[in-house]
């Protein structure tokens, strides 16, 4: 799903669980329905925890990608 057109990016490289969840979270809820954010992160229970938490939250997760050895993308798309 490469190639996926963002409305905003947020790196919290250096963040780690709950915090990288809780500035995703806060970073949606600043966003209209149907806006996509690109969230980056580079621990890995991140790339896990945070698209679990966003499908439980009722949001759609698009995609999540590793980058590189330790950088993951999470593509969120805003549903409510």
């Not at 945070?50 to 990608?65: I, T, W, Y």
Request: some cysteine; proline content about 4%; hydrophobic content about 40%.
């Amino acid at each position: 799903m490469e190639g996926i057109k963002h409305d905003r990016e947020l790196d919290i490289r250096g963040d780690v669980c709950p915090f990288t969840f809780v500035k995703s979270k806060l970073a949606l809820e600043q966003m209209e329905k149907g806006q996509v954010l690109r969230v980056l992160v580079d621990y890995k229970p991140s790339a896990e925890s945070v698209p679990k938490s966003m499908k439980e939250e009722g949001q759609e997760v698009l995609a999540v990608n590793q980058l590189a050895e330790n950088l993951w993308e999470i593509i969120l798309k805003k549903a409510r």
